[in-house]
């Protein structure tokens, strides 16, 4: 699907069924691979950044075995063996695709290990800083080699004996967090890393699954080294991230529902949520149940939605949400802010830039800052010929606005929408 096509919303389904959670996917698949022992992984998502890394941690000594295909989405059940911490030498250097959190976990397992290995990636993750990683990487005593100021893939880490430190992290970043995390796994002693502004979890949550011993103390997350993760099922709860686009599709619509089922529902993620509601949508939790990661089924009710200030502490929250939310800002009446969110300026695009420039093409008034924008929201929306700048979210986000444009809305580059959803076309199909 080189160019997606979309027209102005038809009808609605009652209910869909989001793939799984990307974070947790990627996850679930490292620490299989590392542990002593079969993990089955159920509602895995097979999307083209989880696959990477499967097939990295294949290519680093892991056995994978399929165990089930579902149709249009691809392998969603699998069991892995892993290594018991002990990954082998590549035979090549690792591809890492499009996938920042790949390369930038991966790194930190990779720290740990008695061999140099090389990662790269596509022309997008080739332009992303890994000197974030890099350098309390290299505070615990592991030099990486990359391409230029921001170390930038394709990155050599040459592993071995790992020191523990105390990091602060310099951005609000769960990678980060876990790339310092997983290295401490190797080292002798405490870990520890001080997130100012809290980030995703699912790490921490992954490893006390995995019967880690890591332990939150305020902002502080600590883990002693030398353990080996025991194997044990995962059941991967579907991506609140890819949930946020129906959620837009329907929170604008006065009478309209829908009701997402087995949405992942972990704290840390579920800022798009509260901005909805104080948007103005009506939004309902049922079944909510805990396996590892909390889930459930979401109900929203549509409404005319009022611009907000998305700002601060919220941001990490919601910072993969924002290009939607943006959507929602135009589609409100009066004015969004959205702020302190530098940081999606080095995501698969400059994510501020490419919001702006097409929310600015679709009609509607937008001023950028370094840190956010401000969207007027309320403006008639036209079809357009969007630019996804190989960008997955860009890509989703604008198919969405399509929904509630004149004439149609041409989505170029839609392959990328792969990287995360592998079935989202054939869900925005349901609302044509
Ligand atoms: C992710 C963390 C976030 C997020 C990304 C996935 C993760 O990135 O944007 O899509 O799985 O840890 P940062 O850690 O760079 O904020």
């Given amino acids: 699907m080189p160019t997606l096509t979309v027209k102005r919303l038809q009808t609605i389904p009652a209910e869909l069924t989001v793939p799984g959670d990307k974070s ?8 299989a691979g590392l542990a002593d022992g079969t ?19 294949a290519a680093l000594g892991a056995t994978v075995t399929p165990i089930h295909e579902e149709p249009g989405v691809g392998l969603v059940k699998m069991a892995i063996t892993g290594t018991a911490g002990h990954l082998t030498a590549p035979a090549s250097p690792v591809d890492c695709g499009n996938s920042g959190t790949t390369m930038r976990l991966l790194s930190g397992i990779l720290a740990g ?8 990636g596509d022309a997008s993750l080739s332009k992303r800083p890994m000197k974030r990683i890099a350098d309390p990487l290299g505070l615990m005593g592991i030099t990486i080699t990359g391409q230029g100021e921001k170390i930038c893939a394709p990155i050599t880490i040459h592993g071995g004996p790992v020191q523990p430190i105390d990091y602060t992290l ?50 502080r997350i600590s883990v002693q080294g030398g353990q080996i993760p025991k194997a044990t099922d995962i059941l991967v709860p579907g991506d609140i991230s890819s949930a946020a686009f129906w959620l837009v599709a329907i929170a604008s619509q006065p009478a309209a529902s829908l009701r997402l089922n087995n949405v992942g529902l972990n704290p840390t993620r579920t800022g798009i949520l509260t901005v909805l509601e104080r948007m103005g949508a009506r939004i309902t939790l049922s079944d909510v149940r805990e396996h590892g990661e909390p889930c459930g089924t979401v109900t929203i009710a549509g409404t005319t939605l009022q611009g907000t200030t998305i700002g601060g502490s919220e941001i990490p929250n919601v910072i993969d949400e924002l ?23 080095v995501k698969e695009t400059d994510r501020i830039a490419a919001v702006a420039a097409n929310l600015r093409l679709m009609g509607v008034t937008v001023t950028e800052f370094d840190d956010g924008m401000e969207i007027t929201g309320g403006a008639k929306l036209h079809g357009a010929t969007i630019p996804t700048f190989h960008d997955h979210r860009i890509a989703m986000a604008f198919a969405i606005a399509g929904l509630f444009a004149d004439g149609e809305t041409l989505i170029e580059g839609a392959e990328c929408i792969r990287t995360s959803y592998p079935n989202f076309e054939q869900h925005l199909a349901q609302f044509q």
Avoid: W, Y
Avoid at 194 to 201: D, K, Q, W
């Fill in 113 to 120: 290990q008695p061999f140099t290995t090389t990662l790269f």
């Fill in 39 to 57: 993990t089955v992984i159920d509602g895995f998502l097979p999307s083209e950044d989880c696959l990477c890394t499967v097939h990295a941690m």
């Fill in 323 to 345: 290009p939607i939310l943006a959507v929602a800002a135009a589609l409100a009446q009066g004015k969004t802010l959205i702020k302190d969110a530098a940081e999606l300026r």
């Fill in 170 to 219: 310099p951005v609000a970043s769960a990678q980060v967090k876990s790339a310092v995390l997983l290295a401490g796994l190797f080292a002798p002693g405490t870990t520890s890393v001080i997130e100012p502004v809290a980030t995703r979890n699912h790490t921490e949550r992954i490893m006390a699954h995995f019967g880690i011993d890591c332990q939150r103390e305020g902002t």
């Fill in 24 to 31: 947790i996917s990627h996850r679930s698949a490292m620490f």
